[in-house]
């Protein structure tokens, strides 16, 4: 007999969304499942939904109707996602979003008062990933010091400081050029083999996304191609 098939670390059916001030639905009964550890990629023009999309699996929004599990986390109840966003999913931006007044490694440690570890394990597991992205020795330094890529692998190390299982990213490195952006995906790319990590990117550009196992196009809230035909 063989081994029942995984649950999809991703699960989302008919989701919508619309916000009220645009008055134009952004999400049209979206469909989408990710297994775990799968990259997929997620492209579209501007406004076709998929930054939204994005948002509500980070938990940042909660969709109007339709179902939302990750992780066994039913999101669009709108319950406990403090601990869903604490522990289960990091989310990287196009903009790094770091606070400018605290060193590389206070950034990394930042999500960690969520979770209680003391002050010395907080310092170790931010050295650690900080080496893990290749900044070792950049620990003390702030954001303004650090070059685009670096900021933006800090980013990274600070979504993994809870050991998420899925990393969410918009248009990572939509500001790099383009050797640290491939950089960046080097880096995605080698923590999923390492960890396992689901990956979900956004992106505008194809060479981004031809990275990814699948890519998944989206058109007026709308998904028109889920990736999977041969």
Known sequence: MSDAAPEPAVMVRGVTKTFERARVP??????????????VAIVGPSGCGKSTLLHLLAALDVPDSGALVVGGH?????????????RDAGIVFQLDNLLPSLTAAENVQAPMFETGRSRQERKE???EL???VG????????????SGGERQRVAIARALANDPPLLLADEPTGRLDSEAGRRVLDLLEELRARRGLTIILVTHDPAVAARADRTIRMLDGRMVDDGTAA
């Open 74 to 86: 039913n999101l669009a109840s709108g319950r406990r996602l403090n601990h869903y966003r604490a």
């Open 130 to 132: 900080l080496a893990l």
């Open 26 to 39: 952004a999400l049209r009964g979206v469909d989408l499942t990710v297994q775990p550890g799968e990259f």
């Open 135 to 146: 900044l070792t020795g950049k620990e003390r330094q702030r954001p303004a010091e650090l």
């Open 125 to 127: 597991r931010a050295a």
